[in-house]
């Protein structure tokens, strides 16, 4: 009676065991409830990006120069603090925040990029070859990491939201998506595969293998090939200008 007792008691758990691991191999992990993703990497990704704001001059910056760096990593704590070591959806602050830090350093490199471009067309900056490249080439890295933020935080409504498998229509389409057999079981796309995204956006200046599928991306995808594009333009010109 024990051993029956036992296993009668053991079967709804068998049986749960049974349906996830069903469950597991129809519905891909991209489109399920997963666990969150690490922290560590957009992490990295974001002291990169201020540390370039803080090597940019000055005069590009907003002022005071180091004020928008700060609150930066005043908020990229605050984050930290909620979700130390995945990103999960705890609460729904931590999502604003997450938006909030985007849009300050999309704040701060846009502006050092209008700044830049203003004073390559008046003449006023770009007086020697090796300062310019250098500034424009941290611009231009800087942006690759800003629209790597935006696309992570807005596809199928962010990495909290993708978390819960609550938005079943992707916003991009990764290769794994389409061909299913060339990744683990577990895959999913994580901030280092929208990092990827946008660098060969930024280098392409078009999609390559990850293709936008909402309007919203096709639309974020045509402003960051723009805004490269006139960046890198100007910024090669000039230089080259210089040392004829």
């Given at each position: 009676?024990?051993?029956?007792?036992?296993?009668?008691?053991?079967?709804?758990?068998?049986?749960?065991?049974?349906?996830?691991?069903?469950?597991?191999?129809?519905?891909?992990?991209?489109r399920r409830a997963t666990r969150g993703e690490p922290r560590w990497a957009v992490t990295a990704v974001i002291l990169v990006a201020v540390a370039l704001q803080l090597m940019l001059p000055h005069r590009l910056a907003l002022q005071p120069y180091w004020a928008l760096p700060v609150l930066e990593l005043a908020l990229l704590a605050g984050l930290i603090a909620g979700n130390p070591r995945r990103v999960e959806p705890r609460t729904r602050w931590l999502r604003l925040l997450g938006?909030?830090?985007?849009?300050?350093i999309s704040l701060a490199n846009g502006w050092a990029a209008v700044r830049l471009v203003a004073g390559l067309v008046d003449g006023t900056e770009g007086a020697e070859a090796g300062p310019l490249l250098l500034?424009?080439?941290?611009?231009?890295?800087?942006?690759?990491?800003?629209?790597?933020?935006?696309?992570?935080?807005?596809?199928?409504?962010?990495?909290?939201?993708?978390?819960?498998?609550?938005?079943?229509y992707a916003?991009?389409?990764?290769?794994?998506?389409?061909?299913?057999?060339?990744?683990?079981p577990d895959w999913e796309p994580a901030f280092l595969d929208y990092l990827y995204l946008s660098?060969?956006?930024?280098?392409?200046?078009?999609?390559?293998?990850?293709?936008?599928?909402?309007?919203?991306a096709k639309m974020l995808m045509m402003l960051q090939s723009s805004v490269s594009l006139v960046t890198v333009v100007l910024v090669v010109a000039r230089a080259v200008n210089i040392l004829r």
């Amino acid at each position: 009676m024990n051993d029956q007792g036992r296993d009668a008691e053991g079967r709804p758990a068998r049986l749960e065991r049974l349906l996830a691991d069903g469950e597991r191999q129809v519905v891909p992990a991209w489109r399920r409830a997963t666990r969150g993703e690490p922290r560590w990497a957009v992490t990295a990704v974001i002291l990169v990006a201020v540390a370039l704001q803080l090597m940019l001059p000055h005069r590009l910056a907003l002022q005071p120069y180091w004020a928008l760096p700060v609150l930066e990593l005043a908020l990229l704590a605050g984050l930290i603090a909620g979700n130390p070591r995945r990103v999960e959806p705890r609460t729904r602050w931590l999502r604003l925040l997450g938006l909030a830090l985007t849009g300050v350093i999309s704040l701060a490199n846009g502006w050092a990029a209008v700044r830049l471009v203003a004073g390559l067309v008046d003449g006023t900056e770009g007086a020697e070859a090796g300062p310019l490249l250098l500034t424009g080439g941290g611009i231009w890295l800087t942006n690759v990491i800003v629209f790597a933020l935006w696309y992570w935080e807005w596809d199928r409504g962010g990495p909290m939201a993708r978390i819960r498998g609550h938005h079943q229509y992707a916003d991009f389409l990764f290769v794994q998506m389409q061909s299913p057999e060339t990744a683990p079981p577990d895959w999913e796309p994580a901030f280092l595969d929208y990092l990827y995204l946008s660098f060969t956006n930024s280098t392409a200046f078009s999609p390559t293998d990850v293709m936008p599928l909402s309007r919203w991306a096709k639309m974020l995808m045509m402003l960051q090939s723009s805004v490269s594009l006139v960046t890198v333009v100007l910024v090669v010109a000039r230089a080259v200008n210089i040392l004829r």
